[in-house]
């Protein structure tokens, strides 16, 4: 286990995580899991990287990556395993030595909750709480009414550095009680707008009064053709007078005037207004990613 890994090491684990992608449909690894492997050590992340001996050297098999920044919640683990080194018991060493480091208080992400995942959680004696689904729908033929924003609210678009404080303290009020959204940092949405997808005229920011009171990011997988409702909030306290029903339809037409033929968002299962709310926009369920934790 360490905490930073060198710029070759990090190297080689996004090339497993790519290389599993292509396999079972999704990253193992999250976004945000991703961009903690660059830019050095990041407080309260860590690492663990398997490997066997092979013909040039040790191969890299499998991958863990353990963080530790909630100050409530047990730590929370992404892994993966190099499909190529499947079934001989990776990860069930890596899952039971991150449940060590963890001090057996853990919670661990199983992205599209495949079988295989379930069956290693049930191994591991986790077990599942949190549900989170992606959503779609088709942009074709988009047909939505024009927005219509509550009074004193104007819409413009995110302007880098000049909004980044700002941006952070509104998104760390929105979502208070979210573990990973509510905590990102200045760290975190510099990592972002380094990303070759970060696009600020796809960014949206809500203003009363000169205070933002909500925003919608969108984001654009161009090789896939999708357009994200990225992040939607709204500041707490101006919920309930249709801002973010607005914010999700000027989203929603930005991303269709990119010409993408669908849409996808991510929204918990247990956050049952949210999810009406995106059904009756025409989203359907389209996979879900599970979060296993310990009883202990």
């Known amino acids: 286990m360490v905490d930073e890994l060198a710029p070759e090491a990090a190297a080689a684990v996004l090339e497993l995580i790519e290389r599993a992608a292509r396999t079972d449909g999704q990253p ?20 663990l990287l398997v490997y066997v001996p092979g013909e040039s ?6 991958y863990g990556q353990l963080e ?6 047990a730590p929370a683990a992404e892994l993966v395993v190099h499909p190529g080194h499947r ?30 995942a379930r069956h290693l959680a049930q191994t591991l004696g986790l077990t599942m709480f949190r549900e989170l689904r992606q959503m779609r729908r088709p942009l074709a033929d988009l047909d939505l009414a024009e927005p219509v924003f509550p009074a004193g609210v104007a819409v413009r678009t995110f302007q880098p550095d000049t909004d980044d404080a700002a941006w952070l303290e509104i998104n760390a009020a ?29 960014f949206f920011l809500a ?10 990011w ?21 919920q309930g007078g249709g801002l973010g029903k607005a914010l999700t339809a000027v989203g929603l037409r930005h991303l269709a005037g990119q010409g993408l033929g669908t849409a996808m968002l991510y929204v918990d299962a247990d956050n049952v207004p949210a999810v009406t709310v995106y059904e009756r926009l025409g989203f359907v369920t389209h996979e879900t990613d599970l979060m296993y934790r310990s009883e202990t």
Request: net charge neutral.
């Open 174 to 202: 929105a979502f208070a009680h979210h573990p990973e959204q509510g905590a990102l940092t200045q760290r975190d949405l510099d990592d972002r707008k380094a990303q070759p997808w970060f696009d600020p005229k796809g």
């Open 28 to 47: 193992a690894v999250s976004e945000q899991g991703r961009l903690q492997l660059r830019g050095g050590g990041r407080a309260g992340v860590r690492h």
């Open 218 to 238: 969108t984001k654009v997988h161009a090789e896939e053709g999708l357009g994200e409702v990225y992040v939607l909030g709204v500041r707490p306290g101006e």
């Open 87 to 116: 079934g001989r018991g990776h990860g069930r060493a890596l899952g039971g030595e991150l449940l060590v480091q963890s001090g057996r208080r853990l919670r661990v992400w199983a992205h599209g909750g495949h079988p295989a």
């Open 57 to 62: 050297g040790e191969d890299l098999v499998a």
């Open 68 to 73: 530790d920044t909630d100050p409530v919640e």
């Open 207 to 216: 203003e009363k009064d000169g205070r933002l009171v909500g925003f919608h």
